[in-house]
């Protein structure tokens, strides 16, 4: 509303197109909210207000995200790396038994 950016934003309902806005948490959000999270006995001055709770602005780490997927990736293939070889080692173990 004040088009002051913010990393965190409270996203809510606040007239009667019952859109989501995005406000940050501090003079925009209490001005549409009177302050309670979900505007709780106050619905005579906001009765289209709707609390959607608390939003990272994702332009804040855009870097960090980009790294992500990567990180992701080399988690899942050494969490398969260790699938596979616990896999042979009780292989390993069942025939050791048996012979
Ligand atoms: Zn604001």
């Not at 999270?37 to 780490?61: C, F, I, N, T, V």
């Not at 992701?72 to 050791?96: H, M, Y």
Request: with cysteine; charged share 35%.
């Amino acid at each position: 509303m004040c088009s002051t950016p913010r990393s965190i934003l409270v996203r809510c309902q606040i007239d009667e197109t019952q859109k989501w806005h995005f406000v940050c948490p501090g003079s925009c959000w209490k001005s549409v909210s009177g302050g309670v999270e979900d505007a709780r006995g106050l619905e005579d001055e906001h009765p289209h207000y709707r609390y959607g709770g608390m939003w990272k602005d994702r332009s804040a780490d855009g870097p960090v995200s980009a790294k992500k997927p990567r990180k992701v990736k080399e988690k899942q293939k050494e969490e398969a790396l260790n699938r596979s070889k616990s896999g042979i080692d009780s292989d390993q173990e069942e025939t050791d038994k048996t012979s």
